[in-house]
């Protein structure tokens, strides 16, 4: 199992950038597929991005398409979700959550992080 801790979220005004990042801790994180989810008030959770555990299979939820972009690193146990062109649309509690192994697309995932706010202000 690893343990995910997101971090970055905050209050920006529409058309700004903010970078998330999600810190796993334990054992072969490089061994699992990221995801990064999201959900607003009222709203049911929803996808947003995801990565492969090699980083060759990268998938985008429409609403986010050419504005997010996720990405590994941090010395293999960092995923971390840039986002541009933000809108007040976009204001959620931001997650990410991992599944073991090389499966693409990754359907379910296993563990999730405690998420961090995005507010945008219009």
């Known amino acids: 199992q690893v343990q995910l801790v997101e971090s970055g979220g905050g209050l920006v005004q529409a058309g700004g950038s903010l970078r998330l990042s999600c810190t796993a801790s334990?054992?072969?994180?490089?061994?699992?597929?990221m995801g990064w989810f999201r959900q607003a008030p009222g709203k049911e959770r929803e996808f947003v991005a995801a990565?492969?555990?090699?980083?060759?299979?990268?998938d985008y939820a429409d609403s986010v398409k050419g504005r997010f972009t996720v990405s590994r690193g941090g010395a293999g146990n960092t995923v971390y979700l840039q986002m541009n062109s933000l809108k007040p649309d976009d204001t959620a509690v931001y997650y990410c959550?991992?599944?073991?192994?090389?499966?693409?697309?990754?359907?379910?995932?296993?563990?999730w992080g405690r998420g961090t706010q995005v507010t945008v202000s219009s």
């Open positions: 334990g054992r072969a994180f490089s061994s699992y597929a």
């Open positions: 959550a991992a599944r073991y192994g090389s499966n693409w697309p990754v359907y379910t995932y296993d563990q």
């Open positions: 990565i492969s555990w090699s980083g060759g299979n990268i």
